[in-house]
């Protein structure tokens, strides 16, 4: 293929975005509320249609609901159910796998969400079509090329037709056998953490009931789990495949072979399972990429990190990446931001995947070690905790605060403002500047809402920077502070 010369004919846009898995769909979304032009391609003809991903973390509920989906999330989905495990001596236990938790102060979504990821990613993709964006499906990034003003990328679709698309920046959002990832000579560094591989599927059955997840623990890490989905009558199946088995090949994935599965390690027969939605096979691994941006080309979700499914981060971790870039991509072309704010993806974003996968890891082996009930672990994996405060954008002036303080690089939590809540004024793609027990000085800055608060109880007093993506970035109590953060982010 010659595709020399074809520069002046090349259709543009200003972020190319691969891959509409979860990823994609949460960049495509904030970038549309932000009017960027982006264009967000699909390999697939449709949206991924398994359950895989399906618990949707406390963190990830709060930029569901700054991207306006939470209500349609709450309402398609429901609360992890109780763990009903069945143990080779016949006994019977029923555990939760989070400790179940109250709504607490700052905290509107205390617990994780269970939502089937086919359902997560249709309910994005409504909103992205709502906000005017639009998936091209069919369509794959083959190849591409970059210099120093933009990303040249060829793209085929399935009848073989190629066309060139020239970009500001791309994302590789396309998975963990990323495309970008492989073109941009990305390596990864990790390991398999488990040498069987899982069998998964989506299934009707009868003869159980839809209360419980159930699991059937026959040795140690060898458990056939049945999980009902929530606002479907669909079970998810996931079992690991070992039996005279070196963990090399493909397993067999046929309806069949589910059914067997399932006759063999349950009680339940062959004949329960009446219908088998969609199937597939994985085997853990835990890698993650040496680096997340090349020039103008950025990788996000599975394309950079690899996780265990223990602890349910895959899926939150992508969501967090497309939003953490996102309104920095927005701030750069529309707000005059220095192309230097994007390296702080990069800075942000890898050290949290690599916690993650160090947590995700050990989640895995505790599973395989048969004390999964003791595994209390909604503080580490609700995302909640996560902050940049090592980051360049965080920039903290004030000394001598209390240990428990506020600072520059946290999530803000929700609080009382004079009758109103913290987050009913952050969400939308603005950043906000909280003058407490002070003037707010003059500035003008689109993209940038600005507020005064006698004082409310969970600032001290001084100015506050609130990022789009609510982490608290600048905290002083000098207001000659403020326009070398607003230079940083862009104020034009
Ligand atoms: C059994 C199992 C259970 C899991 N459970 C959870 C869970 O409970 N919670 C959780 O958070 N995560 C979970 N995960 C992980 C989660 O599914 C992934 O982390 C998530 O799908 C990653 O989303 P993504 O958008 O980054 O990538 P993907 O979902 O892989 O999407 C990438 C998209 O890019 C497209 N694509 C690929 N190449 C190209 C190309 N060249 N051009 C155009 N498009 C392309 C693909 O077709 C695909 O649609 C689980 C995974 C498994 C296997």
Redesign the pocket.
Same mark, same amino acid.
């Given at each position: 293929m010659d595709f020399s010369d074809a520069r002046n004919e090349d259709e543009t846009c200003e972020v190319l975005v691969? *891959?509409?898995?979860?990823? #994609?769909l949460t960049l495509g979304c904030d970038l549309a509320r932000r009017g960027v032009r982006a264009l967000v391609?699909?390999? $697939?003809d449709a949206l991924?249609p398994g359950s895989? *991903?399906? #618990?949707v973390q406390p963190r990830t509920q709060e930029v569901f609901d700054d991207l306006g989906v939470i209500d349609a999330v709450r309402a398609a989905g429901g609360p992890l159910p109780r763990v009903l495990s069945r143990l080779p001596d016949a006994t019977r236990k029923v555990w939760d796998l989070v400790a179940p938790a109250p709504a607490r102060a700052g905290v509107p979504y205390p617990v994780g969400w269970m939502l089937p990821?086919w359902r997560t990613q249709e309910i994005l993709h409504a909103r992205l079509r709502e906000l005017g964006g639009e998936v091209e499906f069919g @369509?794959?990034?083959f190849s591409l090329t970059q210099d120093q003003c933009s990303v040249r990328a060829v793209l085929t679709r399935a009848d073989g037709s190629t066309r060139t698309v020239r970009a500001d920046y791309l994302v590789g959002?396309? *998975?963990?056998r $990323? @495309?970008v990832r492989a073109a941009l000579g990305v390596t990864m560094t990790g390991k398999t953490l488990d040498r069987r591989s $899982?069998l998964?599927a989506d299934v009707r059955l009868t003869g159980l009931d839809r209360g419980n997840w159930h699991m059937w623990t026959r040795a140690p890490g060898d458990t056939l789990s049945l999980c009902p989905l929530p606002g479907t009558d669909h079970f998810a199946l $996931?079992v690991p495949i070992d039996e005279g088995r070196t963990g090399e090949g493909p397993v067999d994935t046929s309806p069949q072979a589910v059914r067997a599965v399932i006759a063999a390690r349950t009680s339940l027969p062959a004949e329960a399972v009446l219908e088998v939605l969609w199937t597939s096979d994985?085997r853990p691994r835990a890698a993650l990429a040496d680096r997340f941006r090349v020039g103008r080309a950025f990788l996000?979700?599975?394309?950079a990190h690899i996780?265990s499914?223990a602890g349910?981060? *895959?899926?939150?971790t992508?969501v967090q990446d497309a939003y953490n870039l996102g309104w920095k991509l927005g701030r750069v072309l529309r707000h005059g931001a220095p192309p230097t704010l994007l390296d702080s993806y990069q800075a942000e974003r890898r050290p949290v995947a690599a916690d993650v996968l160090e947590l995700s890891s050990r989640l895995h082996h505790s599973y395989r070690g048969r004390r999964p009930a003791v595994v209390r672990r909604a503080a580490q994996t609700s995302q909640l905790e996560i902050g940049y405060p090592d980051s360049p954008l965080s920039v903290e002036t004030r000394h001598d605060l209390p240990e428990d303080a506020l600072r520059a690089g946290h999530r803000v939590p929700d609080t009382a403002l004079a009758g109103r809540r913290l987050f009913d004024l952050l969400r939308g793609p603005h950043a906000t500047l909280l003058a407490v027990g002070r003037p707010a000085p003059e500035v003008r800055a689109p993209g940038l809402l600005v507020r005064e608060f006698a004082q409310p109880a969970l600032f001290e007093p001084g100015l506050f920077l609130i990022r789009p993506d609510g982490y608290l970035g600048l905290a002083t109590r000098d207001p000659a502070q403020l326009p070398a953060y607003l230079a940083l982010i862009g104020r034009d």
């Open positions: 691969v *891959g509409a898995g979860a990823t #994609g391609i699909e390999r $697939s991924f895989r *991903g399906r #618990g990821q @369509t794959a990034l959002a396309d *998975g963990g $990323s @495309t $899982s998964v $996931s994985y996000a979700g599975d394309a996780h499914p349910g981060q *895959g899926l939150n992508g």
